[in-house]
Nanobody
């Protein structure tokens, strides 16, 4: 199983970025796929998740209304559209596939991880 994340970069506050995560090797159609982020010195935190089969989405309060998670079944790709970025959004962003059991907003519930992509928001 491979999750290949891309799309990070340096952007000014108020700007936008779109992250992509190409999934290969297995289907996550019956489970959740999510985005997490980790800033230096901090624990990995939940950002957003989508149930691949139905498209149901959930967001951390800190990104609600600014970020949108989506997926493209045909391309087997997960996206995270990030608008109105803030300096506190600076982190390495990881896409992840959830395993059975556990809560969707806990990184310990995920067994498949992409390599991470750096997002830096300057003030």
């Amino acid at each position: 199983v491979q999750l290949q994340a891309s799309g990070g970069g340096l952007v000014q506050a108020g700007g936008c970025l779109r992250l992509s995560c190409v999934v290969s090797g297995r289907s996550f159609s019956t489970t959740y796929m999510g985005w997490f982020r980790q800033a230096p010195g901090k624990e990995r935190e939940f950002v957003a998740v989508i149930f691949w089969g139905t498209g149901s989405t959930y967001y951390a309060d800190s990104v609600k209304g600014r970020f949108t998670i989506s997926r493209d079944n045909a391309k087997n790709t997960l996206y995270l559209q990030m608008n109105s970025l803030k300096p506190e959004d600076t982190a390495v962003y990881y896409c992840a596939g959830k395993r059975p059991g556990g809560s969707y907003n806990q990184f310990t519930s995920y067994g498949y991880w992409g390599q991470g992509t750096q997002v830096t928001v300057s003030s």
